[in-house]
C-alpha cells in the first residue's frame, strides 16, 4: 500500500491563472506559500517560508476564476505530481506541483479592510458526494470513539 497526500494551508502569491480548453475544462494554476516558525541554536525565532505550486482542474479551477485572489488564505489537499517536458533546446525538464482534489478558503488577505467575497463556505472538492446507501458512509453513531 502507499499513499500519496498532501495537505496545505497558505496564502497565494499571485492571482491564480486559469486555462481553458476546447472541450470546455479548466486549469488553474498559482503559487502558495506556507510558512513555519522555529527558535535556532541562539533561540532567535527563524521564519521559513515554502513556495509551492497548485494545480486546480475542472470546478476548483472555476471557483478560482471566481474566489480565489492573490493574498487569499487557503486549506488545499491533494497529491504530487512530476511533469516532464522538453524545453525548447531539447533538454528534459521536470516540475513538481500539487494537484489540488479538495480545497476550502479560510480567508481573505491579511489586515483587508475589503467585505469578505460572496464564495461558498463549504470545503470544496473534485469528487462526487458520497450517497447514503455507499459502503462507506457511516452515521454519526459509528463514529463514537471511546477516547
Known amino acids: 500500500m502507499s499513499v500519496n497526500k498532501v495537505i496545505l494551508i497558505g496564502r497565494l502569491g ?7 480548453f476546447e472541450s470546455g475544462a ?6 502558495m506559500a506556507t510558512t513555519e516558525f522555529y527558535k535556532n541554536k541562539e533561540g532567535q525565532r ?6 509551492h505550486s497548485i494545480v486546480m482542474w475542472r470546478n476548483l479551477a472555476d471557483i478560482c476564476e471566481k474566489y480565489v485572489r492573490k493574498g487569499d488564505q487557503l486549506y488545499v489537499e491533494g497529491r504530487i505530481r512530476t511533469r516532464q ?6 533538454n528534459k525538464r521536470y516540475t513538481t ?5 479538495n480545497m476550502n478558503m479560510l480567508g481573505g488577505k491579511k489586515d483587508s ?14 469528487k ?13 453513531e459509528d463514529d463514537d470513539l471511546p477516547f
Do not use: C, M, Y
Open 26 to 31: 479548466k486549469v488553474a494554476t498559482f503559487r
Open 97 to 101: 506541483e500539487i494537484e489540488g482534489l
Open 85 to 90: 517536458w522538453e524545453d525548447k533546446d531539447g
Open 113 to 126: 479592510n475589503e467585505n469578505p467575497s460572496q464564495a461558498p463556505a463549504a470545503p470544496i472538492n473534485d
Open 14 to 20: 499571485v492571482d491564480p491563472e486559469i486555462k481553458s
Open 46 to 51: 527563524v521564519e521559513h517560508t515554502e513556495w
Open 128 to 140: 462526487p458526494e458520497k450517497t447514503n446507501d455507499s459502503p462507506n458512509n457511516s452515521s454519526a
